[in-house]
């Protein structure tokens, strides 16, 4: 099997009552489009909270240089640095979890549960921290408008169009999204595009900005989302896929969401090695 990679989102609003979270300032010209993605994503209001934790169920296709193998995963993310993931080959059934709790690195499988220490895990671990990071990515983009809060000089750009549909363009720096600590990198130009007529994210772009020094480059990444179904008070879309350089294909995909919750409180518990 092959190693376990995952990833697997107020205009006129009334003064904030005690313990209410102030309403952003925007430029006039980027609040229309935030609200209206706000709006998108949570027909029935609610996009005011910050994703803090979210569990997925999905069928998912991760690719490397050599092949790509289609599986089932179902992943649980917390803020800031948790996760698990069980990932289940569609072909053989066999299944394997691997997680962390923010300070042990674990795996487990037919054999039983086993920590990650040592030089010999280092690569399990390194994956297993670009799935918190990717992670932490995803639940940003589950809320335009905190998203959006968290961009230094946002400001709408020209409109731009794909596929035959007008898209509004957003762009603004942030040290906490993409592609940050590789490379020597500790900030990136952010880009968002949003469907002008639906509001629906289509896709965010991390570009890392040049690293201080000669160190190595790190390469942007890509979140496109499609085919989006309303569900639950929720417009999210069923289909993820992460691109990394310029790969003319993702590198991962999410192809259906099976199931997903978004802030449904995960305990500490979810994230400790299985006994």
Same mark, same amino acid.
């Given at each position: 099997?092959?190693?376990?990679?995952?990833?697997?989102?107020?205009?006129?609003?009334?003064?904030?009552?005690?313990?209410?979270?102030?309403?952003?300032?925007?430029?006039?010209? $980027?609040?229309?489009?935030?609200?209206?993605?706000?709006?998108?994503?949570?027909?029935?209001?609610? &996009?005011?909270?910050?994703?803090?934790?979210?569990?997925?169920?999905?069928?998912?296709?991760?690719?490397?240089?050599?092949?790509?193998?289609?599986?089932?995963?179902?992943?649980?993310?917390?803020?800031?640095?948790?996760?698990?993931?069980?990932?289940?080959?569609?072909?053989? &059934?066999?299944?394997?979890?691997?997680?962390?709790?923010?300070?042990?690195?674990?795996?487990?499988?037919?054999?039983?549960?086993?920590?990650?220490?040592?030089?010999?895990?280092?690569?399990?671990?390194?994956?297993?921290?670009?799935?918190?990071?990717?992670?932490?990515?995803?639940?940003?983009?589950?809320?335009?408008?905190?998203?959006?809060?968290?961009?230094?000089?946002?400001?709408?750009?020209?409109?731009?169009?794909?596929?035959?549909?007008?898209?509004?363009?957003?762009?603004?720096?942030?040290?906490?999204?993409?592609?940050?600590?590789?490379? &020597? $990198?500790?900030?990136?130009?952010?880009?968002?595009?949003?469907?002008?007529?639906?509001?629906?994210?289509?896709?965010?772009?991390?570009?890392?900005?040049?690293?201080?020094?000669?160190?190595?480059?790190?390469?942007?990444?890509?979140?496109?989302?499609?085919?989006?179904?309303?569900?639950?008070?929720?417009?999210?879309?069923?289909?993820?896929? $992460?691109?990394?350089?310029?790969?003319?294909?993702?590198?991962?995909?999410?192809?259906?969401?099976?199931?997903?919750?978004?802030?449904?409180?995960?305990?500490?518990?979810?994230?400790?090695?299985?006994?």
């Amino acid at each position: 099997m092959p190693a376990l990679l995952l990833l697997l989102a107020q205009a006129s609003a009334p003064a904030p009552g005690p313990g209410s979270r102030p309403a952003p300032a925007f430029p006039p010209d $980027v609040a229309g489009i935030v609200e209206k993605a706000a709006r998108a994503q949570f027909p029935e209001g609610g &996009g005011d909270a910050e994703v803090r934790d979210l569990a997925l169920v999905f069928d998912f296709i991760v690719r490397d240089e050599e092949r790509s193998n289609e599986v089932k995963a179902e992943h649980s993310f917390s803020s800031p640095d948790r996760v698990r993931t069980t990932i289940t080959d569609l072909v053989t &059934g066999v299944s394997v979890t691997t997680g962390t709790d923010g300070r042990r690195y674990w795996v487990r499988d037919e054999k039983g549960t086993s920590l990650l220490e040592g030089r010999e895990h280092r690569d399990a671990r390194e994956e297993i921290d670009e799935r918190v990071r990717l992670s932490r990515d995803l639940a940003a983009a589950f809320s335009v408008r905190r998203l959006a809060e968290r961009l230094e000089g946002l400001r709408r750009l020209p409109d731009e169009a794909a596929e035959g549909r007008p898209l509004a363009v957003l762009e603004g720096e942030s040290a906490a999204f993409g592609p940050i600590r590789r490379g &020597g $990198v500790d900030r990136v130009r952010l880009r968002i595009r949003t469907d002008l007529e639906t509001g629906d994210l289509c896709d965010v772009l991390a570009t890392p900005l040049a690293p201080a020094g000669d160190g190595p480059s790190a390469e942007p990444e890509r979140f496109r989302f499609s085919e989006f179904l309303t569900k639950d008070g929720l417009r999210l879309p069923r289909k993820i896929t $992460v691109t990394i350089g310029e790969s003319p294909l993702p590198r991962y995909e999410i192809g259906r969401i099976r199931g997903i919750r978004l802030n449904p409180g995960l305990p500490a518990e979810t994230f400790a090695p299985p006994r």
